[in-house]
């Protein structure tokens, strides 16, 4: 497996890892939570941890690295057919794919987000990007948070789940 796969694999395990002493350090020992402890943090990402987790992701080695998440909500879940979500949970080759497929490689912000018309992501294919006025578009998905910071990247909150094509 090639570094910058085993790299998104570690961006989305650390997403399935709860890490107590970062949430408990105080805010001035700490500039950022990590992407865990943010995904930890926030309930509105408990289907995409128990996907993660469900992917063997979780036990993936740690390395060092900067990610942009494109992080569906649970309500994005919801959105997506049940048929589709028992396929890829009975598929976890398909279902790492669509993980990765929200993943992309470095810090990206939204300024930068903006000036872009595609992002090449770690499954492989690029998402398009659009940008019509405040709305900002990933292939389908409205982002409804832009610039969670994280200590190892940034998380942009999206509406829908990012299916890859086949």
Same mark, same amino acid.
């Given at each position: 497996?090639?570094?910058? #796969? ?9 997403? !399935?890892?709860?890490?107590? &002493?970062?949430? *408990? !350090? =105080?805010?001035?020992?700490? &500039? $950022? =939570?990590?992407?865990? *402890?943010?995904? &930890?943090? +926030?309930?509105?990402?408990? +289907?995409?941890?128990?996907?993660? @987790?469900? !992917? ?7 390395? =060092?690295? *900067?990610?942009?998440?494109?992080a569906p909500t649970n309500a994005a879940f919801a959105k997506v057919p049940k048929a589709t979500l028992d396929k890829l949970a009975k598929n976890p080759a398909a279902l790492k794919r669509v993980l990765l497929y929200h993943v992309v490689a470095g810090?990206? %912000? &939204? *300024? @930068?987000?903006?000036?872009?018309? $595609? ?5 492989? %294919?690029? #998402?398009?990007? /659009?940008?019509?006025?405040?709305? #900002?578009?990933?292939? !389908? ?6 610039? #969670? ?10 509406? /829908?789940?990012?299916?890859? =094509?086949?």
């Open positions: 497996m090639n570094r910058i #796969v085993l790299t998104a694999l570690t961006a989305l395990a650390a997403l !399935a890892l709860a890490v107590p &002493a970062a949430t *408990a !350090a =105080p805010a001035r020992q700490q &500039a $950022s =939570p990590s992407i865990a *402890a943010i995904a &930890a943090q +926030t309930p509105q990402f408990s +289907t995409l941890l128990s996907l993660v @987790k469900k !992917a063997g992701l979780a036990e993936t080695l740690s390395m =060092p690295g *900067a990610y942009t998440v494109f810090k990206v %912000p &939204a *300024a @930068k987000v903006v000036n872009l018309t $595609s992002a090449k992501t770690l499954a492989g %294919p690029t #998402v398009r990007i /659009r940008v019509a006025g405040q709305t #900002v578009r990933v292939n !389908a998905a409205k982002v409804t948070k832009a610039d #969670v910071k994280a200590s190892n990247g940034i998380v942009h909150v999206i509406d /829908r789940v990012l299916l890859p =094509p086949a």
